[in-house]
């Protein structure tokens, strides 16, 4: 079985510039996150996803960042113009909701942003 | 919300000793309490996990213990490796309104020294 893909691995952008990430989750893996982990740090929760709605999205930058999932699928994250203090890794993780007798987060490898 | 705090951010050991990591949370919710393994550019992998129902958890040289009333939960690696040289997380997991939450920790690099 497949695990999280995501895309780009890697991107290096210039500051004031977009950049979008994509995610394609476990299937059947209803409850999609996005997390941003900066060197040293654990991750910390950008916006979560229940099928297609965005269920906590309290601590997504909202003036720069946005994120989508048509169908309850696929995501994007994007943001919009990118700063220096954005980079980071962003991981994105699926599981099963409300699964009591798993609860495991399945990642992806992470795309790692640099912002110059 | 849910504040899980991580000691200590980085623990070096010899091969063959034991490493411990703790973790304490704020929000008696949560009921699920899992630990991730992070090597070096790689994704965070489920390595351990407790249920709030449940005091202790062993898996071969891997362990860990739970103590609800003082919302704290460690990990416990045995007769280290240097394989096991990695950063880890603890996480703590709530459903309120029946959606799911995770709050992870700061991590703690471990260096095992062969």
């Known amino acids: 079985e497949a695990g999280v893909v995501q895309s780009p691995r890697y991107k290096i952008i210039e500051k004031k510039q977009p950049v979008a990430f994509w995610c394609n989750p476990i299937?059947?893996?209803?409850?999609l996150y996005w997390y941003r982990q900066n060197l040293g740090q654990g991750p910390e929760l950008l916006i979560r996803?229940?099928?297609?709605?965005?269920?906590?999205d309290s601590q997504l930058p909202k003036d720069r960042f946005s994120a989508e999932r048509l169908k309850g699928v696929d995501s994007t994250l994007k943001i919009q113009p990118a700063e220096l203090g954005d980079s980071a890794v962003y991981l994105c993780?699926?599981?099963?909701?409300?699964?009591?007798?798993?609860?495991?987060?399945?990642f992806g490898e992470g795309s790692r942003l640099t912002v110059l | 919300g849910e504040n899980v705090e991580q000691h200590p951010s980085t623990l070096s050991v010899q091969e063959g000793d034991s490493a411990v990591i703790k973790c304490t949370y704020s929000?008696?919710?949560?009921?699920?309490f899992p630990w991730y393994k992070q090597e070096l550019g790689k994704r965070p992998q489920l390595i351990i996990d407790?249920?709030?129902?449940?005091g202790e958890k062993k898996d071969q040289r891997i362990a860990v213990t739970l103590n609800k009333t003082a919302k704290h939960f460690s990990l416990h690696i045995t007769e280290t490796q240097p394989e096991d040289s990695a950063v880890y997380f603890c996480?703590?997991?709530?459903?309120?309104?029946?959606?799911?939450?995770?709050?992870f920790g700061t991590g703690t690099k471990l260096q095992v020294i062969p």
């Open positions: 996480a703590a997991w709530e459903e309120p309104g029946g959606y799911q939450k995770v709050t």
């Open positions: 407790i249920r709030s129902n449940v």
């Open positions: 929000d008696s919710a949560s009921n699920y």
């Open positions: 996803y229940e099928n297609e709605e965005a269920v906590d």
């Open positions: 993780a699926s599981s099963l909701v409300r699964t009591v007798n798993t609860g495991e987060l399945f």
């Open positions: 299937s059947g893996h209803n409850t």
